[in-house]
């Protein structure tokens, strides 16, 4: 194996790292995923597919029970 070789290999590694790792970090903030937001994401309409949703439905329920 070249260095070149090792070198790409490297640096292919550190880029799916990075993504997952920057997801993760997106997820663990509130975000979505993906980092759209979820406007047009088709998972929103499942409250298990999408943070943001469960998020409204859990603020929609509290502000119910505090009435």
Do not use: F, N, Y
């Amino acid at each position: 194996m070249k260095p070149i070789d090792i070198i790409v290999i490297v640096i292919a590694v550190a880029i799916v790292v990075g993504a997952i790792v920057l997801s993760l970090w997106r997820k663990k903030k509130g975000g979505s995923g993906c980092g759209c937001g979820c406007a047009g994401c088709s998972g929103c309409g499942s409250k298990d597919a999408c943070s943001t949703a469960q998020k409204a439905e859990e603020e929609r329920t509290a502000e119910e029970t505090h009435k």
